[in-house]
Every structure is written in structure tokens, then in C-alpha cells.
């Protein structure tokens, strides 16, 4: 190969485009015409400003389900998990209100932080100490923590006290420069997950334990402990979205979260990221959290299909998406 093929190639690889990495994007342009042209009310700004603060929360725990999956992972826990530490911190807040005044939601959101980290290990030891398939693992886990909330709501409902409620709305309804604040917290959530993938040893080293573990050992990477920190991640990641969430219903139930560990895996799938591992796009992650959202606003807005069956749509993508990953290799 001549001196001046070199560059022509790289020029050429370059300007290529990846359709995989591309299709989120132009299926979230699709949807906003299509919207557009079902109904004009969809592009008006306090329709589209619902819908992106709707996907926060899932786009804040698929943040986290990016560095799992693209670690060679899977967690199916999310849902139950966001459940669990959402009761233990109103448990909290509540517990230490009398004592502590207002002071107690930010030690509730302390707590609920540790909380979810440590669940987040406690999925990642099982599956590198344990030596037990993620599927297995947080399937089990998936089942303690739905258990756990409904023991902890004696299968009713956990409220947030009320002289509580006024100083934590603003977590959800409350707004900087006019954007709301969960859409705020997960855009840093993404750019903190997109500057930990892309530009930090644990990124890179996250991606090669996904592609191969095996060439990964040998190249003296801790698979163990890549994997564990990617758990830990994905906890972290769930309690931010419990903080948000709260102040929107002011209550855990034994339903929250339900059906939440759908929607990411989709999320994370339809955004790029390998479901085989290897490959994460948290970019694309937040695209396809915002899509499944959008779907479901112009199911309601339409009424060409009943609301009900959002999740047999979003599992009909998540079939589609990986089907389109499969022929595009």
C-alpha cells in the first residue's frame, strides 16, 4: 500500500457514517415530524419540555445501565432497586424531620445515595465474586428488592410527610432558567458518564472487559473489579433518579418502578450501545430514553393505539433495535 493510500483511507473512514451510532438520532428527528404531522400540539414547548423531563429518570439509570452492558453486563434490578431505596429514603426524611427540620432531606439524599451504591455492589459482587450470570444475579435481586419495599409499605404506601413536601418539590418541578431541573440533572449525569467513558482509563478498560474478558485478563485489566465499579455505577445512578423522583408523587408504593428495567435495557439497546458488550454510547442512551417517552406522548396524543400497550411497543424496538444491530455487523 502507497504512502498516499494511507490517508485517503482514514480520510474516507473519517467522513463515514455508522448508522448504528447515527440511527437514534434520526429516529428521534423522524418522531418529531411525524409528531408534528399527527398533531401540531406535539412541538408546542410545554409538550416537548413534558416529555423530556418525563424520560429523565430513566435516562439518568440508563446513564448507569451503559457502563454495565458495555462491560458485558446486565441488570435487571433497576426497577425494583429505584423502588427499594426510594422507601428507605422517605423512611428517613420522615424519621429525622423532627429532629433535623429541612436538614433532613439532604440527609435523606445522602443516605439514599449510599443506598443505592451499596445495592449497586452488592449486584456487582454477586456476579464477579459469585461467579453468577448477571441475568441470574439481578433477577434474584430484582425479586428481594420488590420484596423488601413491600415489606417496608406493608404492601400499601410510604408518603413523604407533608411539611416535607414544599422544600423537596423543587427537585422536580422546579426550574433554572426556565429548563427543568430533572432534565438539568440528567444532562450532567450524562456528561459526567460520557467524560468517565470516553476519555478515562476505566472507559476504555470498561469497553475491553465487554469485548473480550478473556484478552482483557491477560492485558493485566481487574475484570472483577471493572465490572464491580459498573454496578456501583448503575446504583449511583438509580438513587439521583429516586431524588428526582420523589417530589413528583411524594411517595414510594410497591408498583414504583415497575416495568423501569424495560424501558432502560431498551434505552441503552436503541441508543447504540452493544447489548453483547464492548460498546457504549451513553449519547445515544439519552436519544433513545427521550424516544421511548416520545412514543408513548403520540400514542396518547393520536390514539391510534391504546396507551396501554406502551410496553408491548417498547418491546417490539428493543427486537427491532437488536435485530438492526445484528445485520449491521
Not at 476504555?204 to 464491580?228: H, K, L, M, P, Q
Not at 452493544?274 to 408513548?296: N, P
Request: with cysteine; proline share 3%.
Amino acid at each position: 500500500m502507497s504512502d498516499t493510500t494511507v490517508p485517503v483511507l482514514r480520510e474516507a473512514r473519517r467522513w463515514r457514517i455508522d448508522w448504528v451510532d447515527a440511527g437514534p438520532f434520526i429516529a428521534l428527528i423522524a418522531l418529531v415530524l411525524i409528531g408534528f404531522l399527527i398533531n401540531p400540539d406535539f412541538l408546542s414547548l410545554t409538550n416537548i419540555t413534558n416529555v423530556v423531563t418525563r424520560s429523565a429518570f430513566i435516562a439518568i439509570i440508563a446513564v448507569g445501565a451503559t457502563f454495565v452492558i458495555s462491560s458485558g453486563g446486565l441488570d435487571l434490578s433497576v426497577g425494583s432497586m429505584a423502588a427499594f431505596v426510594t422507601g428507605i429514603m422517605i423512611m428517613a426524611m420522615n424519621h429525622l424531620a423532627p429532629s433535623m427540620g429541612h436538614g433532613a432531606i439532604l440527609a435523606g439524599m445522602a443516605l439514599v445515595l449510599c443506598a443505592g451504591a451499596l445495592c449497586g455492589l452488592f449486584n456487582g459482587l454477586i456476579v464477579t465474586i459469585g461467579r453468577i450470570d448477571p441475568f441470574i444475579a439481578t433477577l434474584g435481586t430484582m425479586g428481594i428488592f420488590r420484596a423488601l419495599i413491600t415489606f417496608l409499605a406493608d404492601g400499601g404506601t410510604i408518603p413523604l410527610a407533608r411539611d416535607l413536601r414544599d422544600t423537596f418539590r423543587p427537585a422536580y418541578f422546579g426550574t433554572v432558567l426556565g429548563v427543568p431541573i430533572p432534565i438539568l440533572v440528567s444532562a450532567a449525569v450524562a456528561l459526567a458518564g460520557a467524560f468517565v467513558l470516553y476519555r478515562t482509563k476505566y472507559g476504555r478498560r470498561c469497553a475491553a472487559v465487554g469485548a473480550n474478558e478473556d484478552v482483557a485478563r491477560f492485558s493485566g485489566i481487574s475484570v472483577a473489579r471493572i465490572r464491580t465499579i459498573a454496578f456501583v455505577i448503575q446504583g449511583a445512578c438509580v438513587a439521583i433518579a429516586a431524588i428526582c423522583y420523589v417530589p413528583r408523587l411524594g411517595a414510594a408504593t410497591p408498583t414504583t418502578g415497575l416495568l423501569w428495567e424495560l424501558q432502560v435495557i431498551t434505552s441503552v439497546v436503541i441508543g447504540g450501545t452493544a447489548l453483547g458488550g464492548g460498546k457504549g454510547h451513553i449519547w445515544g442512551t439519552i436519544a433513545g430514553a427521550v424516544i421511548l417517552e416520545m412514543i408513548a406522548n403520540l400514542m396518547v396524543l393520536s390514539d391510534f393505539i391504546s396507551e396501554y400497550l406502551v410496553a408491548a411497543v417498547q418491546g417490539v424496538i428493543i427486537i427491532i433495535a437488536m435485530l438492526i444491530q445484528r445485520f449491521s455487523r
